[in-house]
């Protein structure tokens, strides 16, 4: 892997979603807290929910696997349970990103 690798962050509903309300109806202000106060140190590309409210994602830029870990992990949706994570390295091979003419 290079130095710095894009993950992908796909966050769904937890077990303390509520059922039937829309993204903006769930207590996430702890979790917009955390991204606020991290967005312009933690390596956020980009990210936002889903508009069908079924989760979002984060493009994260990290070191290591375990750095990605660690930012999900200190998510306070995370550990309230609101939302749950995967964690994906992300080969960006397309797009205005991209960097290579793969």
């Given at each position: 892997?290079?130095k710095?690798?894009i993950?992908?962050?796909?966050?769904?509903?937890g077990p303390?979603w509520l059922?039937?309300?829309?993204?903006?109806?769930q207590?996430?202000?702890?979790?917009?807290?955390?991204?606020?106060?991290?967005?312009?140190?933690?390596?956020?590309?980009?990210?936002?929910?889903?508009?069908?409210?079924?989760?979002?994602?984060?493009?994260?830029?990290?070191?290591?696997?375990?750095?990605?870990?660690?930012?999900?992990e200190?998510?306070?949706?995370?550990?309230?349970?609101?939302?749950?994570?995967?964690?994906h390295?992300?080969?960006?091979?397309?797009?205005?990103?991209?960097?290579?003419?793969?």
């Amino acid at each position: 892997m290079p130095k710095q690798t894009i993950f992908a962050l796909c966050y769904r509903p937890g077990p303390a979603w509520l059922t039937g309300k829309t993204v903006f109806e769930q207590p996430l202000q702890a979790h917009l807290a955390y991204m606020r106060s991290l967005r312009d140190t933690a390596g956020i590309v980009l990210g936002g929910p889903y508009s069908d409210d079924t989760g979002g994602f984060i493009a994260l830029e990290a070191d290591s696997r375990e750095s990605a870990l660690a930012f999900v992990e200190g998510d306070p949706a995370i550990r309230d349970g609101v939302l749950q994570a995967e964690i994906h390295p992300w080969l960006i091979v397309g797009g205005r990103a991209s960097k290579s003419g793969r």
